[in-house]
């Protein structure tokens, strides 16, 4: 849309976004039916789940790891590797031979599972038949680990000791090697001789001194296992989970609802972009190159709105039936999406002019939707466009028809010389929008103004239309010769009453 100001060029229209944020929130709202049933059929599959296929027994126990190489700052590398220690097959097959059972370890390797709560607390969770066996499960894999890690402790020190005693021992080896030197000395001058001793002795403190070192280093290793063996203890004896079924149905549902309505709402935003099909005025507007001049809902809505539902729809026929006085050119409703709301307001159009004189409605319909119908009393007259020319000249006309695709372009004059489109919010893409638009002006039928049927609720846009100059009001135009030839200049003239006919927003008001 192009902006015009007093004294300068036109300056170049913004270029569109990517991708529109309120577009697409207002086209994902729009497809509320999807994105709900598919939270719907998530929520009843999660309930199913629940019901259907309930968690067999569980037991669980608590286990308390005492580790050798604990430090304040671990970040629970640790105990990750005793609960990867716990899913080895060693731990499975002494836990199965406790049990005496003969099942598979690769199967009871899927049965249980253990959680690391803190640096030192091991949770196991084991599955059973029944509470029974999960707790006897729980039992002995708690029982199997600990004896493995008490194992693996005693293994290291029993290891480290030995590398400290192999090394004591090749001390004393060289200590009874000095002590051998000093005794089998030969007299010697007085200050080689005292020169060697002190030099031997010395090396004999220091041998003795690491020997005793590392005797005393093998002691504390050893003694310092069983510590480590007395604090690995189970502080939580097994015991059976208890589950609510209706809890638990619950969760699953909870969390199929979640499921459902996140696939449903990334489907209903993936649709919307891949399809194109605009639902704000604004953007209806602009691709039809004609304003909103209307709204109305698809159906007749719930009870409390119905009123004002039927006043607009009451002052949708009286602005049209004005501007069908005022016109010396028959005009034609066009629908897009919406035959039977097309069809409605010719004919509450046509009763409404009914009083002056005659009225006949040329149906151009597919299917001829009105041509077909039973006739009340008091109804006006309905002929199908290939009876167009059998109409009286001077009786007034009412044509309606249809855009939609498959649509006969060449009828399309026939109805009506000037055109009001009746289009359904997010029915038509952006090209199709355009090719209406484009065959229209070949056909040389000026659009008049454009209904909207079924809008979005929450749309704020605005779908008229404007490249007059700022100081000139909407809804009012001033004829070519008061311009001045200033060039400035609306893109259509739009009709008085456009504005007596209130949106979807001062309806609720």
């Not at 002795?201 to 003795?208: K, Q």
């Not at 709204?295 to 026929?317: D, F, I, K, M, Y």
Request: net charge neutral; glycine share 10%.
């Amino acid at each position: 849309m192009t902006t015009w100001t007093t004294g300068a060029a036109p300056e170049a229209p913004a270029a569109a976004p990517l991708l529109d944020l309120q577009t697409l929130v207002a086209a994902v709202r729009r497809r509320r039916r999807l994105w709900g049933a598919l939270a719907l059929l998530g929520l009843l599959l999660g309930a199913a789940v629940g019901v259907l296929l309930p968690q067999p027994p569980t037991a669980t126990v608590k286990v308390l790891v005492a580790h050798q190489e604990d430090q304040p700052n671990d970040p629970g590398t640790l105990i990750r590797t005793d609960v990867a220690l716990l899913r080895t097959t060693r731990i499975a097959d002494e836990a199965l031979r406790a049990l005496g059972s003969s099942e598979e370890t690769e199967d009871f390797l899927r049965e249980y599972e253990g959680t690391g709560l803190t640096n030192n607390l091991l949770q196991i969770d084991a599955e059973g038949e029944d509470d029974v066996e999960a707790v006897a499960r729980a039992g002995a894999l708690a029982d199997a680990f600990i004896a493995d890690h008490v194992r693996r402790i005693k293994e290291a020190a029993d290891a480290d000791a030995k590398a400290l005693f192999d090394q004591r021992d090749r001390l004393r080896g060289e200590l009874a090697r000095v002590n051998k030197e000093i005794g089998g000395r030969t007299p010697r001058s007085e200050s080689e001789a005292s020169a060697d001793m002190e030099s031997l002795f010395s090396r004999r403190a220091e041998l003795t001194s690491r020997i005793s070192d590392l005797g005393q280093r093998a002691e504390e290793a050893r003694i310092g296992a069983p510590r480590l063996i007395a604090g690995t203890q189970v502080v939580d004896a097994p015991r059976a989970v208890r589950r609510s079924l209706p809890k638990t149905v619950a969760a699953d549902a909870a969390i199929g609802l979640a499921l459902g309505l996140a696939l449903g709402l990334a489907v209903a935003a993936v649709g919307s972009v891949v399809a194109d099909r605009p639902v704000l005025r604004r953007e209806i507007a602009a691709h039809l190159g004609a304003s909103v001049i209307a709204e109305l809902p698809a159906g007749p809505g719930p009870p409390w709105r119905r009123r004002g539902t039927s006043a607009a729809r009451t002052r949708l026929t009286t602005a049209l039936a004005r501007t069908v006085r005022n016109s010396a050119e028959p005009v034609s409703l066009l629908e897009l999406g919406c035959p039977r709301a097309a069809g409605t307001i010719a004919l509450d159009l046509a009763r409404a002019l009914a009083a002056e004189g005659p009225v006949t409605v040329i149906d151009g319909l597919p299917g001829s939707r009105l041509a077909d119908r039973r006739r009340r009393p008091g109804d006006p007259a309905v002929v199908g466009v290939e009876h167009a020319s059998a109409v009286p000249y001077r009786e007034r006309r009412v044509g309606v028809g249809s855009v939609a695709p498959g649509a006969a372009w060449a009828d399309l004059p026939y109805l009506g010389a000037r055109a009001v489109l009746v289009v359904r919010a997010g029915h038509g893409g952006s090209a199709w929008l355009h090719t209406v638009a484009r065959q229209l002006a070949d056909q040389r039928v000026p659009v008049v103004g454009v209904v909207l049927i079924a809008p979005d609720p929450g749309d704020r846009t605005d779908g008229t239309l404007w490249d007059g100059p700022p100081d000139v009001p909407h809804g009012r135009s001033e004829p070519p010769a008061r311009q001045n030839g200033t060039g400035r200049r609306r893109r259509e003239r739009l009709p008085m009453w456009a504005s007596t006919v209130p949106d979807s927003d001062q309806e609720g008001r």
